[in-house]
C-alpha cells in the first residue's frame, strides 16, 4: 500500500480573507463608474487625444485591469490581495462605464441599455459577496491553505497573540479530522513550532478595516436600541414608500388626457428612451412594480409601527429587494444614472433590515 500513488487534489480553496477582498473590489467599482460619470457630466465629456486620436477610459481600465492581474503573479506578499483587490474593481469600473460604446454601431456612450448593464454587473458582484461571506466548511485542507497564509506574518516579523490563538484553534479542526495523513504530520510539526517558546510574537495594532470595524460596533452598541431603529426604518419605509408612489402618481395624472398623453410620449421618444413596443412594455412594468413597491412599503412602515416586527420586517424587506434587483434596472434604463442616490439609500435600508432582525428578531426566537 505505501508504494500506491496518491491521487492529486484539483479542488479550489477559498482564500482567507476572501470576503474582504470581494468587497474592496466592490466598493472600488462602484466609486470608480460613479465618479467617472460624474466628472465626465461636470466637465463636458472632455476627450484626451488630438486628430483621430482619443484616448478612451476604457485604455486606463484596461491598464489598470493589466496591473491588478500582475501583482499577486509577481508577489507573495498579503498586503498584494488587498492592492489588487482595489485596482481591479477600479479598472473594471473604467472598462465596463464604456459599455454603450462596445454593444451600439454608432458607439454610442449613452445608450440607454448601458446604465442597466452597469447595474446588474455591480449586482452580480454583490451576490457574489454575499455568498462569499458565508460560513465555509471546516475541512482540514481548508484549514490548512488558511494556516500556511497567516504564517506569512513570521516572515514578516509580524505574528501577534491573535493569530497565533487563531492558528491554533484551526490545528485543533484538523487534529480532529484526520482523514489525510500528511495533513496532519504536517499540522502536528506546526503546532510543535507554534507552541515553541523561542517564536518573537508583536502586539496586534488593529489596521484600519479593523478601526472602522470596531468603531461602528462601539457606536452601535452605544446609540441603537430597539426602538430606535423601529422608528428610523418606520420613517424610513414611508418615506421611500412615497418616493417609489411619486413616478406612477405623475404619470397617472399627466395621462389623463390625451394631448398630454401624447406630450408624455414625445419626451420620452425624444430621449430616446422609448423606441418600440418592448421599451413601452417596460415602461409600463416599471411604473406597475413602482406602484406596487409603493403600497407595500408603506404597509411594512405601519406594521412596524403598531409592532407587527415579523410582518413589517418581511414586507419592507420584499419591498426594498423588488427595488434594488427589478424596478432600479428599468429605472436606469429610463432615466440612466439618476438613481444612484437612491440605490444607495435603499441598499442602506436593506442592510438595516438585516441588522434588525438579526439582533432583535432572532435573539427573540431563540
Known sequence: ????????????VRRNGADRYILLSLVSFAISVSVTRLFLQLTGY???????LHIAHVLWGGLILFIAALLPLL???????????????MGVGLFIDEVGKFITKNNNYFYPAAAPIIYAFFLIIVLLYTQIRRRRSEDPRTEMYTIIDEL???????????????????????????????????GESIEEFIDSNKIELVPHIPDLWENIQIKIEYLAERLISQDRLRYFLICGMAILGVWTLSEPSIVI?????????????????SASNLHGYISLASFEIRIGLELSVGLVLLVAAIMLGIHKDRQGIGLSYLGLLLSLTVINLLVFYFDQFSTIITALIQLLFLLTLIYYRHHFLMQVRK
Not at 500500500?1 to 479550489?12: A, E, L
Not at 490581495?81 to 474593481?89: C, E, K
Open 253 to 269: 395624472v399627466d395621462t389623463k388626457s390625451v394631448s398630454k398623453l401624447q406630450a408624455f410620449l414625445a419626451n420620452l421618444i
Open 75 to 89: 508577489f507573495a506578499n498579503r498586503w498584494v490581495y488587498t492592492t489588487s483587490a482595489i485596482l481591479s474593481g
Open 152 to 186: 506569512e506574518e513570521v516572515l514578516d516579523n509580524d505574528l501577534s497573540d491573535d493569530e497565533k490563538l487563531d492558528i491554533k484553534e484551526r490545528l485543533h479542526i484538523i487534529s480532529q479530522q484526520k482523514s489525510d495523513k500528511n495533513i496532519s504530520l504536517l
Open 46 to 52: 472632455p476627450q484626451i487625444g488630438s486628430g483621430e
Open 1 to 12: 500500500m505505501s508504494g500506491q500513488r496518491r491521487t492529486s487534489i484539483r479542488k479550489p
